[in-house]
Nanobody
Framework: QVQLVESGGGLVQPGGSLRLSCVASGFTLDYRAIGWFRQAPGKEREGVSCISSNNVNTYYKDSVKGRFTISRDNAKNTVYLQMNSLKPEDTAVYYC?????????????????WGQGTQVTVSS
């Protein structure tokens, strides 16, 4: 079964950090771009970050630039999203998904193998 599984979410105070993990089962991430997305209550899903299949290119939503870092460890078939200086507006369910490239990651078009998501709550 082809599946992505997210983990690492939780409750954190403003200014805190979390590291999300996206692990693939049933397929290799080696030749796939991986995007991180989030959806807050009452809002549409949005692309947060994406890393190209060759690990050369990374992309970030403007509001997370300088705070979030995406990386991949192909040996572990895992992509990470390090989130620092978290803000209440980062609160959402975070998902990862795969595609051949990062094109249109902003809205997730063409991405597949979506995981179930992991909840991130930033609150004091």
């Amino acid at each position: 079964q082809v599946q992505l599984v997210e983990s690492g979410g939780g409750l954190v105070q403003p200014g805190g950090s979390l590291r999300l993990s996206c692990v693939a089962s049933g397929f290799t991430l080696d030749y796939r771009a991986i995007g991180w997305f989030r959806q807050a209550p009452g809002k549409e899903r949005e692309g947060v970050s994406c890393i190209s299949s060759n690990n050369v290119n990374t992309y970030y939503k403007d509001s997370v630039k300088g705070r979030f870092t995406i990386s991949r460890d192909n040996a572990k078939n895992t992509v990470y999203l390090q989130m620092n200086s978290l803000k209440p507006e980062d609160t959402a369910v975070y998902y990862c998904a795969a595609k051949t490239s990062c094109s249109y990651y902003v809205d997730g078009s063409g991405f597949g193998s979506w995981g179930q998501g992991t909840q991130v709550t930033v609150s004091s």
